[in-house]
């Protein structure tokens, strides 16, 4: 499944790619990029664990970047 979503108050591109590496090391994700530019995030991940996987995916960005919110 892939899906986007944006993101509010992602600071720097130094950031993105920190979050997008630390989302590329969960298991079941197939793709993901995060843009500083359009301040979206993309994630190609297992349909059957999509929801876990995008709560371990917060957590992983909320790590990098405390105050940035993935909307959903």
Known sequence: MKKV???RDLD???CA???????RKI???EDV???FM?????????????DEIVEKAVKACRKVEPDCE???
């Open 17 to 23: 790619r920190k979050m997008e590496d630390a989302i």
């Open 38 to 50: 359009t301040q979206k995030l993309t994630l190609v991940a297992d349909d059957a664990r999509f």
């Open 12 to 14: 720097c591109a130094n």
């Open 27 to 29: 298991d079941g994700v």
């Open 33 to 35: 990029q995060v843009s």
């Open 70 to 72: 993935i909307v959903r």
């Open 5 to 7: 979503f944006k993101l």
